[in-house]
Nanobody
Framework: QVQLVESGGGLVQAGGSLRLSCAAS????????MAWYRQASGKQRDLVAS???????NYANSVKGRFTISRDNAKNTVYLQMNSLKPEDTAVYYC??????????????WGKGTLVTVSS
């Protein structure tokens, strides 16, 4: 199995920055797509950004130009640099990774989430 642990969440004022990290551990063979999702209180969980193993990125319209996703394959880690934060960015941020084992079977894994609170 694969375990994901997020870090870097916290309190920040509007206009500030935070950098989230998510490291995978366990029985890792190959991780394809890595992604960040977020879920605000009373809302559904939505994709924030994703990145393929080759480095292709995808962002939600609400964060384009402000957030940057990156990865370090050697460390099995994905990052989310968040700049110009707004109160509406307040949410629990979840790490997600698609993992493939030696048999080519694939599974999606989730972290437990890290809270980001942006004050006005």
């Amino acid at each position: 199995q694969v375990q994901l642990v997020e870090s870097g969440g916290g309190l920040v004022q509007a206009g500030g920055s935070l950098r989230l990290s998510c490291a995978a551990s366990g029985d890792i063979f190959l991780i394809s797509t890595m992604a960040w999702y977020r879920q605000a209180s009373g809302k559904q969980r939505d994709l924030v950004a994703s990145i393929t193993r080759g480095g292709s990125t995808n962002y939600a319209n609400s964060v384009k130009g402000r957030f940057t996703i990156s990865r370090d394959n050697a460390k099995n880690t994905v990052y989310l640099q968040m700049n110009s934060l707004k109160p509406e960015d307040t949410a629990v941020y979840y790490c997600n990774m698609d993992h493939f084992g030696p048999s080519h079977s694939g599974s999606s894994y989730w972290g437990k989430g890290t809270l980001v609170t942006v004050s006005s």
